[in-house]
Nanobody, 121 residues
Framework: VQLQASGGGLVQPGGSLKLRCVLSRLEHYHIGWFRQAPGKEREGVSCTSSYDGNTVYGDSVKGRFTVSRDTAKNTLYLQMNSVKPEDAAVYHC?????????????????WGLGTQVTVSS
């Protein structure tokens, strides 16, 4: 299973950024986003169900981040709005066994290289 996250970059506080995750046969997998900032533990950000495309969000991003998917393009998007300095991290997309477990890092099966999000004015 190969996943590729992209779209990271420099964003100002309060700004927006859209990350992408490409995975073959996307519709067959539950997909989570997790992030890791220097000196901090990995944090589950969201999880999108393969069954219905519904997404659960972590409290720290709820109301600001939105996930969408385009199964025809095998692409999952993470729209980041109202970005905060604490959102700065390397973001990874990954397959996960059950979205219920997305906060737990042991639940993730496969992920690729992440994409760096830097928040600075």
């Amino acid at each position: 299973v190969q996943l590729q996250a992209s779209g990271g970059g420099l964003v100002q506080p309060g700004g927006s950024l859209k990350l992408r995750c490409v995975l073959s046969r996307l519709e067959h997998y539950h997909i989570g986003w997790f992030r890791q900032a220097p000196g901090k533990e990995r944090e589950g950000v969201s999880c999108t169900s393969s069954y219905d495309g519904n997404t659960v969000y972590g409290d720290s991003v709820k109301g600001r981040f939105t996930v969408s998917r385009d199964t025809a393009k095998n692409t999952l998007y993470l729209q980041m709005n109202s970005v905060k300095p604490e959102d700065a991290a390397v973001y990874h997309c990954a397959t996960i066994r059950d979205c219920y477990d997305y906060p737990a890092m042991w639940a993730y099966d496969w992920w690729g290289l992440g994409t760096q999000v830097t928040v600075s004015s």
